[in-house]
T-cell receptor
């Protein structure tokens, strides 16, 4: 049983399209995250939600809109896709907010390619 | 703001040899430090973490890391690597309070040769 699952795993689309990535965790965690990993493997946080409330919102274009319908789900919708959005997007969860409790559990990633 | 530097982009070691991956951090107070491993096509998995106490921490898969405050370092070590250790390794630092985000280094790719 996958702890943090993301769909789709691969996404290829044209510039200007709108796409969504879904994430679900079955760990009972309160906090979920979206990270972006670029082609150089640099991993940067985008958003964090705690119990459906946004707690971290990094400098991300407002074309990116996260939505958390409940604490087990955190979806990422991207409008008007640009070439620079091509990356691997990782969903993660943790028991409570902040790194002080330790472990983030990551999904396997969703590789987005914008043509 | 905190930051992490992993000076080695790519390291190649022979199977059975010892390994040390370097990590330096910048943070104004006592940091929380982590090492994560990413196997090809996978998400990141926590290897070990340091919060306080003993500066030598043990992790999974036979890895250990040592926190050296004077050098602002948290290097990862393994006495004898296995082919299955080939992966990308990320050091990360977090603030010791609140909801501060985890900041990752740029990673070190480890290649194992027979």
């Amino acid at each position: 049983d996958t702890a943090v699952s993301q769909t789709p795993k691969y996404l290829v689309t044209q510039m200007g399209n709108d796409k969504s990535i879904k994430c679900e965790q079955n760990l009972g965690h309160d906090t979920m995250y979206w990270y972006k990993q670029d082609s150089k493997k640099f991993l940067k946080i985008m958003f964090s939600y705690n119990n459906k409330e946004l707690i971290i919102n990094e400098t991300v274009p407002n074309r990116f809109s996260p939505k958390s319908p409940d604490k087990a789900h955190l979806n990422l919708h991207i409008n008007s896709l640009e070439l620079g959005d091509s990356a691997v997007y990782f969903c993660a969860s943790s028991q409570v907010p902040g790194p002080s409790t330790g472990e983030l559990f990551f999904g396997e990633g969703s590789r987005l390619t914008v043509l | 703001a905190q930051s992490v530097t992993q000076p080695d982009i790519h390291i190649t070691v022979s199977e059975g040899a010892s390994l040390e991956l370097r990590c330096n951090y910048s943070y104004g107070a006592t940091p929380y430090l982590f090492w994560y491993v990413q196997s090809p096509g996978q998400g990141l998995q926590l290897l070990l973490k340091y919060f306080s106490g003993d500066t030598l921490v043990q992790g999974i898969k036979g890895f250990e890391a040592e926190f050296k405050r004077s050098q602002s370092s948290f290097n990862l070590r393994k006495p004898s690597v296995h082919w299955s250790d080939a992966a990308e390794y990320f050091c990360a630092v977090g603030a010791s309070f609140g909801n501060e985000k985890l900041t990752f280094g740029t990673g070190t790719r480890l290649t194992i040769i027979p």
